[in-house]
């Protein structure tokens, strides 16, 4: 079955901090993998993409993301966190044609 | 920059009313997709479009009908509206050249059904 998992439904971290957000998938072929950020009241933003090469990626506002085909993992980071990092994220997974199976999401709440 | 545009950011509908959801993209992407969002559960596909008048059902597409009579609009129908779709809708876009195009999405559009 293909699917999308995120471990942490919420996460706590003081601003300066690092973060790591969690995903693991489950798909038979080659993954097409990614993570959005959704800011309260918008709609969702792509933060990085994987497909190929490269088992880190980097993104956008200084997020990166290490792809292991051994561990089925996609997991989201950041060396310093802002206070405007707090948001919604959520990893992808790309399968047949054009449809996405997204995770249930991970809330960031960022202390001062 | 791609845009994607729903036409209400929030929406309150009676039980039984027929409500219309609409999503425009200005970047000439053959596919749209029209998720429902819960705290929880994530984005849930309701119905995707490959191409004008060409519709595929997602996940979840019981109560639902989709319309794309041009490329870039696609329209979301709640025939007659029930509390059970109170939900936040996400419109998303993407293009078909190549495997590794991302969906963009709209804004959102929350709808409460009383």
């Known amino acids: 079955a293909q699917s999308v998992t995120q471990p942490d439904i919420h996460i706590t971290v003081s601003e300066g901090a690092s973060l790591e957000l969690r995903c693991n998938y489950s798909?038979?072929?080659?993954?097409?993998l990614f993570w959005y950020v959704q800011s309260p009241g918008q709609g969702l933003q792509l933060l990085l993409k994987y497909f190929s090469g490269d088992t880190l990626v980097q993104g956008i506002k200084g997020f990166e993301a290490e792809f292991k085909r051994s561990q089925s993992s996609f997991n989201l980071r950041k060396p310093s966190v802002h206070w405007s990092d707090a948001a919604e994220y959520f990893c992808a997974l790309k399968t047949s044609y054009d449809k996405v199976i997204f995770g249930p999401g991970t809330s960031l709440s960022v202390i001062p | 920059d791609v845009k994607v545009t729903q036409s209400s950011r929030y929406l309150v509908k009676r039980t039984g009313e027929k409500v219309f959801l609409e999503c425009v993209q200005d970047m000439d992407h053959e596919n749209m997709f029209w998720y429902r969002q819960d705290p929880g559960l994530g984005l849930r596909l309701i119905y995707f479009?490959?191409?004008?008048?060409?519709?595929e059902k997602g996940d979840i597409p019981e109560g639902y009908s989709v319309s794309r009579e041009k490329k870039e609009r696609f329209s979301l129908i709640l025939e007659s509206a029930s509390t059970n779709q109170t939900s936040m809708y996400l419109c998303?876009?993407?293009?078909?050249?190549?495997?590794?195009?991302?969906?963009?999405f709209g804004p959102g559009t929350r709808l409460t059904v009383l």
């Open positions: 479009s490959y191409d004008v008048k060409m519709k």
């Open positions: 798909y038979g072929a080659t993954p097409y």
């Open positions: 998303a876009s993407s293009s078909s050249e190549g495997p590794y195009n991302e969906q963009f």
